[in-house]
């Protein structure tokens, strides 16, 4: 079976629910930017050296499907009787990561520059993909209602992978650390 269907050559697109809008639209934007975002999580979780963050990082995936989901429907009804979506209790989890690290984490009281590491500077480029996302389902809720919960969940996304991304920095830093005392050590013995 072909992947392609030759229906968008003109510059229209199916929205899940099959209305047909043009490939700029600022729903396809909107939806097409939270695929962007997941796709970036992708690969900063292929650099994530935490197991907790790795797992966390699936879930993000899977819930960020069911948002670009959501978004790519003008009829949300028939998308909500054949889908899951990201609700209050999503949130939640996100705000007790962010609370957790925030608590282990040394506190910062500047700007940091995005990413030390590999893994960190990946989740800032997410984060910085889902704060744009963030702007086009505020642009979107003007001429289209979306979910508050759907909105509330991209806004703190991009907090959770801010803290994410120091994370990752700081068990790098850790590891460096580790790895110089070591090599001291082996150098006096």
Do not use: W
């Not at 992947?3 to 639209?25: A, H, M, Q």
């Not at 600022?26 to 994530?48: H, M, P, W």
């Not at 910062?108 to 997410?126: C, K, N, Q």
């Amino acid at each position: 079976m072909a992947i392609y269907t030759k229906k968008g050559d003109k510059g229209s697109t199916s929205l899940f629910d099959g209305t047909r809008v043009k490939k700029y639209s600022l729903r396809v934007e909107t939806y097409g930017s939270i695929d962007e975002c997941n796709s970036q999580v992708s690969v900063a979780q292929k650099f994530c050296k935490s197991s907790k963050n790795i797992d966390l990082l699936d879930t993000i995936q899977n819930n960020l499907f069911l948002v670009a989901g959501e978004l790519a429907n003008e009829d949300t009804d028939r998308f909500y009787s054949k889908s899951k979506r990201v609700d209050e209790n999503d949130t939640k989890v996100l705000e007790e990561v962010i609370d957790e690290y925030t608590k282990k984490l040394p506190e910062v009281h500047e700007f940091i520059l995005p990413g030390r590491s590999v893994a960190g500077a990946h989740l800032h480029l997410a984060r910085s993909v889902c704060r744009r996302a963030e702007r086009l389902v505020d642009q979107l809720n003007d001429t289209s209602t979306v979910r508050p919960d759907l909105m509330k969940y991209v806004n703190r996304l991009s907090d959770f992978f801010y803290i994410l991304a120091r994370d990752e920095d700081y068990i790098d830093q850790q590891d460096e650390i580790v790895e110089k005392v070591l090599k001291e050590y082996k150098e006096r013995s």
